[in-house]
């Protein structure tokens, strides 16, 4: 996990990947207690919620509702990449998982808004 980089408020998740997040949020993802805390905080600094609240890992259309979008791969990858760096022989199912499950409790946050 790379700590440098051209700006010192950002952190690039994985070497190599040019995903940056801001620092404060790398450490709160660095601190997690779980590989499915890590990857929840990682995807919130990575993605804005607008880019999530219409999106999901892969992007599907099941013929009810909204089609959605899939979130952008290199940003994905360095999510996975980073997560099986700090949590090896982490399941890549739990950390796909782990994204749609923040994806659907952010939405299910907005509709109970509403």
């Known amino acids: 996990m790379d700590t440098t980089s051209s700006s010192p408020s950002k952190v690039e998740i994985f070497k190599g990947s ?18 499915t805390t890590f990857v929840r905080q990682l995807l919130t600094a990575v993605f804005p919620p607008e880019v999530l609240l219409v999106s999901n890992l892969r992007g599907t259309n099941k013929g009810k509702g909204e089609a ?6 290199t940003k994905v990858d360095a999510i ?20 749609n499950g923040k994806i659907t409790e952010m939405r299910n946050k907005v509709k109970q808004q509403k």
Request: aromatic share 10%; charged share 15%.
């Open 18 to 35: 040019g995903v940056m997040v801001d620092k404060l949020a790398w450490a709160y993802a660095v601190n997690a207690n779980s590989c």
């Open 68 to 73: 959605r979008l899939p979130l952008e791969k």
């Open 80 to 99: 996975y990449n980073a997560t099986l760096e700090r949590w090896p022989g982490t399941p890549l199912s739990l950390v796909g998982s782990s994204i």
